[in-house]
T-cell receptor, first 117, second 108 residues
Framework: GAVVSQHPSRVICKSGTSVKIECRSL??????MFWYRQFPKQSLMLMAT?????????EQGVEKDKFLINHASLTLSTLTVTSAHPEDSSFYIC?????????????FGDGTRLSIL | QKEVEQNSGPLSVPEGAIASLNCTYS??????FFWYRQYSGKSPELIMF????GDKEDGRFTAQLNKASQYVSLLIRDSQPSDSATYLC????????FGTGTSLTVIP
């Protein structure tokens, strides 16, 4: 159980393109999903917390107009990287918290490797 | 002070040995603790969770929790080369906090 699907797994596109990444919880309803970014050999960096039906909470230093998050249903959150540039190239990972509150584990998608040329 | 602290390593152990990974946390209100394994280039995978003081065993893995000392550990018995990965400790308090991870290499 607790499967999180993330799509696409890899994106290569030109600078200035907007890229949409989907995160789905397949067998449970997730009121809260999280978006992380990870650069090579560095630790996970939380970008934002996505709550179903409300605006996402962004971490300090993360531009909300650059990284648009939508959590329209209990099983789907999307991250759109708008007008992507080479410095946005990174490994983006979503996670969904199992039902039951803060004490429940996060389950991760397989990640999206974004390369901006 | 970070909410969850881990020794970044790298930690190297020979195949068949016990690997011991340690984690401390600062929020005394934390109630749940998790260990994730992350292979290079992959996303984290939940391998253990523990809520109560003491030991919890699952196959070759044992999680240990000491709330008085604010200390969580993960023991991997009979370490295999396939255990080579970064291990992330996480704790929940008002939020979900991850440590920065400990890199483990099991040498054949």
């Amino acid at each position: 159980g607790a499967v999180v699907s993330q799509h696409p797994s890899r994106v290569i596109c030109k600078s200035g393109t907007s890229v949409k990444i989907e995160c789905r919880s397949l067998d449970f309803q997730a009121t809260t999903m999280f978006w992380y970014r990870q650069f090579p050999k560095q630790s996970l960096m939380l970008m934002a917390t996505s709550n179903e039906g409300s605006k996402a909470t962004y971490e300090q230093g993360v531009e909300k107009d650059k990284f648009l998050i939508n959590h329209a249903s209990l099983t789907l959150s999307t991250l759109t990287v708008t007008s992507a540039h080479p410095e946005d190239s990174s490994f983006y990972i979503c996670s969904a918290r199992a039902p039951g509150g803060w004490n429940q584990p996060q389950h991760f998608g397989d990640g999206t490797r974004l390369s901006i040329l | 002070q970070k909410e969850v602290e881990q020794n970044s390593g790298p930690l190297s152990v020979p195949e068949g040995a016990i690997a011991s990974l340690n984690c401390t946390y600062s929020d005394r209100g934390s109630q749940s603790f998790f260990w994730y394994r992350q292979y290079s280039g992959k996303s984290p995978e939940l391998i253990m969770f523990i809520y109560s003081n003491g030991d919890k065993e699952d196959g070759r893995f044992t999680a240990q929790l000491n709330k008085a000392s604010q200390y969580v550990s993960l023991l991997i018995r009979d370490s295999q080369p396939s255990d080579s990965a970064t291990y992330l400790c996480a704790a929940t308090g008002n939020q979900f906090y991850f440590g920065t991870g400990t890199s483990l290499t099991v040498i054949p």
